[in-house]
């Protein structure tokens, strides 16, 4: 009996000591994970922007008369060019815009210094040429965009090119 008795304390003890070392193991283990892994994961500002993002509301909601940042710059650009925008020189604008047609006579265009072509249009008068290039029109021959399609041009610039494209005619 007093040696099942002795047994049962050393086996005791033993489980003891393997039972508190395994506590103390975990308790190290995570100390050490607290300490690692909150430096160099949840603190780190790469995972902090993550988690920003992934939270972040889907929607914004702005008051009439607030901006966002990023909406100002772009009412700003959306008015700038305007006065910013250096005009076309006629040739500029007729390479740029009326040489695709009227550089070939495509669709019946009028060919740049083809005088015969031109005569009988120039005799129209000025006025009638730059209402025509300026708001389009169809003529006997074909169709004539307004502005050759490029409505980005101003009324000066196409003017500008139908006179450039007169000169040339004559
Ligand atoms: C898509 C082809 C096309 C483009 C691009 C084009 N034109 Fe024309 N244009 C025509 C055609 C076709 C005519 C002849 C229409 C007719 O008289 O039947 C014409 C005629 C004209 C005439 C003569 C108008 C008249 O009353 O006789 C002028 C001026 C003219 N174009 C200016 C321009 C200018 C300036 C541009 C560039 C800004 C331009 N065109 C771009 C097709 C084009």
Same mark, same amino acid.
């Given at each position: 009996?007093?040696?099942?008795?002795? *047994? *049962?304390?050393?086996?005791? #003890?033993?489980?003891?000591?393997?039972?508190? *070392?395994? $506590?103390?193991?975990?308790? $190290? /283990?995570?100390?050490?994970? &607290? $300490?690692?892994?909150?430096?160099?994961?949840?603190?780190?500002?790469?995972?902090?922007?993550?988690?920003?993002?992934?939270?972040?509301? #889907?929607?914004?909601?702005?008051?009439?008369?607030?901006?966002?940042? =990023?909406?100002?710059?772009?009412?700003?650009?959306?008015?700038?060019?305007?006065?910013?925008?250096?005009? #076309?020189?006629?040739?500029?604008?007729?390479? !740029?815009? @009326?040489?695709? @047609? +009227?550089?070939?006579?495509?669709?019946?265009?009028?060919? $740049?210094?083809?005088?015969?072509?031109? =005569?009988?249009?120039?005799?129209?008068?000025?006025?009638?040429?730059?209402? +025509? =290039?300026?708001?389009?029109?169809?003529?006997?021959?074909?169709?004539?965009?307004?502005?050759?399609?490029?409505? &980005? #041009?101003?009324?000066?610039?196409? /003017?500008?090119?139908?006179?450039?494209?007169? !000169?040339?005619?004559?």
């Amino acid at each position: 009996m007093s040696r099942d008795q002795k *047994f *049962f304390d050393i086996y005791s #003890l033993v489980i003891g000591i393997l039972a508190a *070392f395994a $506590l103390a193991i975990l308790v $190290l /283990a995570m100390k050490i994970s &607290d $300490l690692k892994q909150g430096v160099y994961t949840r603190d780190t500002a790469e995972y902090q922007a993550q988690v920003t993002a992934r939270i972040r509301p #889907l929607g914004q909601i702005y008051l009439p008369g607030e901006q966002t940042e =990023a909406s100002a710059p772009t009412i700003e650009t959306a008015v700038e060019p305007k006065p910013v925008a250096t005009a #076309l020189s006629g040739p500029q604008v007729y390479n !740029s815009a @009326c040489l695709a @047609c +009227h550089g070939a006579g495509i669709g019946g265009a009028p060919i $740049l210094g083809d005088a015969a072509a031109w =005569a009988p249009r120039i005799t129209q008068g000025a006025d009638v040429l730059k209402d +025509h =290039a300026i708001n389009g029109y169809t003529g006997q021959v074909g169709y004539m965009p307004a502005k050759g399609g490029r409505i &980005d #041009l101003s009324d000066e610039e196409v /003017a500008d090119a139908v006179e450039y494209m007169v !000169s040339e005619a004559q």
